[in-house]
Nanobody, 124 residues
């Protein structure tokens, strides 16, 4: 599985940004992690299956970020609203061929495919 992430950039606090992640095939689970300088990679959100609404969010982004998918394009989107300086990080798209159990979603080691990362900087 190859993942191609795009959409990062420099925005001001309160702005919005949308990231995209195009997959070469259709993994059952896709998600986003982020990593700020000097910190560990952190779970952001995930979506399981390509039907239904199995979505999961970290507490830090719940209510501000939305993950969605385009089945026809094998693409997952991360809509980020009300961005804060603490959202600054490199954002990584991740995928797993199978449906990851909920307890495994937040652990990077359980995901077996990663995109190249895209920088998101929130600063005034």
């Amino acid at each position: 599985v190859q993942l191609q992430a795009s959409g990062g950039g420099l925005v001001q606090p309160g702005d919005s940004l949308r990231l995209s992640c195009a997959a070469s095939v259709r993994p059952q689970t896709m998600g986003w992690f982020r990593q700020a300088p000097g910190k560990e990679r952190e779970f952001v959100t995930a979506i399981r299956r390509w039907t239904g609404s199995n979505t999961y969010y970290s507490d830090s982004v719940k209510g501000r970020f939305t993950i969605s998918r385009d089945n026809a394009k094998n693409t997952v989107y991360l809509q980020m609203n009300s961005l804060k300086p603490e959202d600054t990080a490199v954002y990584y798209c991740a995928a797993h061929a199978n449906v990851l159990i909920q307890s495994a979603l937040t652990t990077p080691e359980y995901w077996n495919y990663w995109g190249q990362g895209t920088q998101v900087t929130v600063s005034s």
